[in-house]
């Protein structure tokens, strides 16, 4: 944790001196050279695409330890608990993708039911199968064996690679609200956040906040994974937070949602989500 609040403050650091710099620089590393609203202008794809699937971690494990999306020993717990999934970056999406979920089912009706697994994007794997622009899951072994017709989970693991089809589905947390965890290492002048538990399309792509008696939206920087921060200071709580989905645009204030005084290693609760539907 201490190691990923020391890469926060320094990536936060790197892309406020980023920002004293021509915009065409910011642009493209904030975009990667694409316009980021013709992205999010674009809808949800629900069609079933090919990919290819493997397993890591125990054989019936709840697969990564914490992964690069920093949800830490969230995924060790219900809603996540075994539902974890690594994607190749082409479905990361430099962190972006985060909190993104997918159904997986493989095609072999010999060993494979023919229901989908629905996996949460929490973590990325960048090489091997990974690479070259694939689009490539790597299940948890629970999610990987519950592909598998009744009993046959272990002989489904014992392949190894599987050829299987994939669409975007709609998250569902079972009753929890968006929550925001300051992170480890935050003051008055270095506000960094994690967003957990967005229904729906589950991917942010913008973040802004304001603070107490201020009528101003502050744009909070993607560092990385599922974490958002701002160099800014004085900043003065309770602050209110503004999400826009990048999949859809669909846009969620949370007034007041972290408070006065908010701590580091906190997590405030929002009593709002959006609606689990793409």
Not at 173 to 185: D, H, L, P, S
Request: glycine share 12%.
């Amino acid at each position: 944790m201490a190691a990923a609040s020391s890469r926060s403050f320094s990536l936060c650091v790197l892309l406020l001196l980023l920002l004293l710099a021509p915009p065409i620089s910011a642009s493209f590393l904030f975009d990667g050279g694409k316009s980021k609203s013709a992205a999010a202008a674009a809808a949800v794809d629900m069609e079933w695409r090919p990919a290819t699937a493997t397993w890591y971690g125990d054989a019936e494990g709840d697969g990564s330890t914490g992964g690069a999306c920093g949800y830490g020993s969230l995924v060790d717990v219900v809603p996540m608990k075994a539902r974890v999934g690594s994607v190749s970056p082409v479905l990361f999406k430099d962190g972006e993708g985060c909190g993104a979920c997918y159904k997986v089912k493989c095609l072999d009706h010999g060993i494979c039911s023919r229901r989908a697994v629905t996996v949460i994007v929490t973590d990325e794997c960048p090489g091997g199968l990974c690479a070259f622009g694939r689009t490539h899951f790597d299940l948890s072994g629970a999610a990987f064996s519950r592909m598998a017709v009744a009993g046959a989970g272990g002989h489904l693991r014992d392949r190894g690679q599987l050829s299987v089809v994939y669409r975007r589905t709609a998250c569902k947390y079972g009753g929890k609200n968006i929550a925001f965890r300051v992170n480890e290492g935050s003051t008055n002048f270095w506000l960094s956040l994690l967003v957990e538990f967005e229904d729906g399309q589950g991917d942010i792509g913008s973040m802004q906040i304001k603070q107490a008696n201020s009528v101003e939206w502050l744009d909070m920087k993607h560092v990385w994974g599922a974490t958002w921060c701002l160099v800014r200071g004085p900043l003065v709580g309770p602050f209110s937070v503004r999400l826009t989905t990048l999949s859809a645009q669909k846009a969620l204030t949370a007034r007041d949602v972290i408070p006065r005084n908010w701590k580091p290693t906190a997590t405030y609760t929002s009593r709002l989500n959006f609606e689990a539907a793409l």
